[in-house]
């Protein structure tokens, strides 16, 4: 009876494996999209941005200021402020089920 336990015990951890592979081959590419959004979108640590000394300076060219001619000063300051949008009705929220997705297929595509 131990012999079969053990055997038993030894067939479940490769089925786990195998599933763990299969996942992982065949939704790889569309899970590390997805973390890598997830990191992108996490705070940064401000210990670990560079400091404006650090940075490099040589690389960005610095572009010399264009001047506006007098007649696009005159237009600019005629410019009239957009109107404000007209009021929205605030959209109701979506009750969501237990049994159904929250993400959608386009979530996990490129």
Known sequence: MKTLNTLIKILTALAAVAGAIYIVATYGEQI????????????????CEPDASEQDWEEAPVEAPVEEAPAAQ???????????????????????AEHEPVAADSDFAE
């Not at 590390?32 to 210990?47: D, F, Q, T």
């Open 74 to 96: 005159a237009e600019a300051a005629e410019e009239v402020a957009p109107e404000a949008p007209a009021a929205q009705e605030p959209t109701p929220e979506v009750a969501v």
């Open 32 to 47: 590390v999209a997805w973390a890598k959004r997830m990191l992108a979108s996490l705070p940064k640590c401000p210990c």
